[in-house]
């Protein structure tokens, strides 16, 4: 099955710094790639999510790359803001094979004002 | 708000016992995923209905079992509780088979 590493567990920026978590996934069938923020106790909430035919796609601050052949894929945080401290989780997908998400392990984010 | 619900909000119970949670999609979504949260497990995949039948299975145990009816909302039933299942449960829907997941508040369950 699919198996997703994330990195760094944690990372701590000073606001208005740029961030950046990656991840790579095992499994070269998977072709749906989401990025969910989690802040404590509360629901992972969808921040970007990118399919294998685009290698780039940006929304205002957050932008994710995929790197089929390296089967690694990243977000960019740009201008980080306080409010963006969460817990981060990416996720792996084969579409139309259960869509079931295989997430990695979570990244803490630390925003000091 | 995602406009997926779960209920309850928190459950506490004690091991041995049997407990069902329940998750309504969002308006629209024929897909219902559950997932579980523990500390040590992270977010693990348990199991998808889409438009009321079985459509893939993840990690979960034979002790959990889950359902989707005919309004769409789902069931996920956990038994024989242990010390183990302690988590948050999620409930995520999307519109069909390969759509964007949205997540549901969760059910925090202790088991004492």
């Known amino acids: 099955g699919e198996n997703v590493e994330q990195h760094p567990s944690t990372l701590s920026v000073q606001e208005g710094d740029s961030a950046v978590i990656k991840c790579t996934y095992s499994?070269?069938?998977?072709?749906?790639f989401p990025w969910y923020k989690q802040e404590l106790g509360k629901r992972p909430q969808l921040i970007i999510d990118?399919?294998?035919?685009?290698g780039e796609k940006k929304d205002q601050r957050i932008a994710v790359t995929l790197n089929k052949t390296a089967k690694h894929f990243s977000l960019h945080i740009t201008e980080t803001q306080p409010e963006d401290s969460a817990v981060y989780f990416c996720?792996?997908?084969?579409?139309?094979?259960?869509?079931?998400?295989?997430f990695g392990g979570g990244t803490r984010l630390m925003v000091k004002p | 708000d995602s406009g997926v619900t779960q209920t309850p909000k928190h459950l506490i119970t004690a091991t041995g016992q049997r407990v069902t949670l329940r998750c309504s999609p969002r308006?629209?979504?024929?897909?219902v995923y559950w997932y579980q949260q523990s500390l040590d497990q992270g977010l693990q995949f348990l199991i998808q209905?889409?438009?009321?039948?079985?459509?893939a299975k993840g990690n979960i145990l034979e002790r959990f079992s889950a359902q989707q009816f005919p309004d769409l909302h789902s069931e996920l039933n956990l038994s024989s509780l242990e010390l183990g299942d302690s988590a948050l449960y999620f409930c995520?829907?999307?519109?069909?088979?390969?759509?964007?997941?949205?997540f549901g508040p969760g059910t925090r369950l202790t088991v004492l």
């Open positions: 209905y889409y438009n009321g039948e079985e459509r």
């Open positions: 990118i399919r294998s035919n685009v």
């Open positions: 308006s629209g979504d024929l897909s």
């Open positions: 499994d070269s069938a998977s072709n749906y």
């Open positions: 996720a792996a997908c084969t579409i139309n094979a259960g869509n079931m998400l295989t």
């Open positions: 995520a829907s999307s519109v069909g088979r390969a759509d964007t997941q949205y």
